[in-house]
Every structure is written in structure tokens, then in C-alpha cells.
């Protein structure tokens, strides 16, 4: 099970997850981390929310959620 996280400064540009995650500044290639999103378009990656809890992020438009610790860590497509 994942853990908390205080997660600010998200954003998306170019395929590239930008997050601060607990004071540390993380980049995730999202094509790399799920199918979904490799095959989403540029906005449908960037229409993204944060749990209130900083447990992990959820992509409405393609139907993905992935934990905070799983982005920090790198995921297998």
C-alpha cells in the first residue's frame, strides 16, 4: 500500500510529468509508465487530478490512476 504525500507543482509538457513530491522535484515520461498514457493525446495527459492525500494521480479522460510512490519508483508499461 502506498503512503501520503504532499505533491505540488504538477504539470505535463512533452509526454513529461513534472511533480514536487515532499520537497523533492520528480520527472516521469509518462510513455513509459502506462499504455494509456502512451497512447493518450497531449491534453488528455495533461487533464489530470491529485488525490487530496497525495496517494496518486488520476487521468479521467483515458481512465488511469497511478500511485505517487509507483511514478516516483517507474512503472513497466
Known amino acids: 500500500m502506498g503512503s501520503e504525500h504532499l505533491v505540488k507543482d504538477v504539470s505535463v ?14 520527472e516521469v515520461d509518462l510513455r513509459k509508465t502506462s499504455r494509456r498514457l502512451a497512447n493518450a493525446t497531449s491534453s488528455q495527459c495533461a487533464n489530470l487530478r491529485v488525490s487530496s492525500d497525495g496517494y496518486g494521480i488520476h487521468w ?15 512503472v513497466s508499461v
Open 60 to 74: 479521467p479522460d483515458v481512465d488511469e490512476d497511478i500511485t505517487i510512490d509507483e511514478l516516483i519508483r517507474g
Open 13 to 26: 509538457q512533452d509526454g513529461i510529468l513534472s511533480m514536487r513530491v515532499d520537497g523533492v522535484l520528480h
